[in-house]
């Protein structure tokens, strides 16, 4: 049996968790195919969905993994889920699962909007697995909210999502519907959602150079899960086509300070949006499994 696991992690989290996955499913003797998103040239900056898709071998099981931005699966996540072959139940099966990171505050319609895009090109979704993780810009605050998530708090959920999904392709344990009856109501809980792309580009800063700090390790470039950040006459640069996801990678692991973004409004409203529902930066972990 086979699992194609798919995922795009832009600050760690996400291929984190799928890495974890991988190991249960090959702890049962089950072969994986990984296929990871980030920094993938065909598709960054390209945009070529469909020469990524051609490398997705023939699966019992297709697993898609991203992270939760301003309460949406990020939209490059779900732009594959769109273009995906529809399922033929031969080299491409109809079971599916999902899982998610998210930075403490909400996971959002992210799963709900997977299982719906999935349905539209045959896949039943049986489980979802939302695992609370370090929140990418939080790093840059005085406050950085789930600092170090995941870790091992989160393996047996991962093994309970695994052995739970293998049930069900194996036809132990198939329920009548999949999940995504189960999130309709997510929608109703967030409505008016904005579209998370317009939201980044109006309320994030661009990126700047300090050139005169820049020592010129190119670590930004490197760290760019989607290759915005390139060289040109020995510096670190954007490309013309802003393709940014605002990670804030580059500002976090600058040695130098020579990234330049004024985050200077997000820990207010972190802060806020946390004791909205009474939670904590440094809180227990809030991952759940949805079967």
Not at 92 to 113: D, L
Not at 165 to 180: M, S, Y
Request: aromatic share 10%; net charge negative; glycine share 6%.
């Amino acid at each position: 049996m086979k699992v194609v696991i798919i995922y795009f992690s832009p600050c760690g989290s996400t291929g984190k968790v799928a890495n974890f996955i991988s190991k249960d499913f090959e702890r049962l003797d089950w072969e994986v195919q990984l296929l990871n998103m980030t920094k993938d040239l065909d598709l960054f900056p390209n945009g070529d969905f469909l020469k990524f898709i051609n490398r997705i071998e023939s699966h019992d099981l297709l697993l898609i993994g991203g992270p939760i931005y301003i309460d949406h699966l990020h939209y490059n996540v779900l732009d594959l889920i769109t273009r995906l072959p529809k399922a033929d139940d031969i080299s491409h099966s109809s079971n599916a699962g999902v899982f998610t990171t998210f930075g403490k505050i909400t996971p959002g319609v992210g799963t709900a909007e997977a299982c719906k895009e999935l349905g539209k090109v045959g896949r039943k979704t049986w489980a979802a697995l939302e695992v609370d993780s370090e929140h990418c810009v939080s790093r840059n605050i005085d406050y950085p909210i789930s600092e170090g998530l995941p870790g091992d708090e989160v393996l047996e959920l991962v093994k309970d999502f695994v052995e739970y999904l293998i049930k069900v392709v194996d036809d132990k344990e198939r329920p009548l519907k999949d999940i995504e009856s189960k999130l309709v109501s997510s929608f109703a809980e967030f409505p008016n959602l904005a579209d998370e792309r317009l939201v980044t580009i109006n309320s994030f800063p661009d990126i700047e150079f300090n050139y005169d700090l820049c020592e010129q390790c190119y670590i930004c470039v490197d760290k760019c899960p989607v290759n915005y950040l390139v060289i040109k006459d020995g510096y670190p640069t954007m490309l013309p086509d802003d393709i940014c996801v605002h990670c804030t990678n580059c500002l976090y692991y600058c040695p130098n300070g020579a990234v330049v973004m004024d985050l200077y409004d997000k820990k207010s409203f972190y802060m806020k949006q946390l004791a909205k529902q009474k939670l904590e930066p440094d809180g227990i972990s809030i991952s759940r499994l949805i079967k």
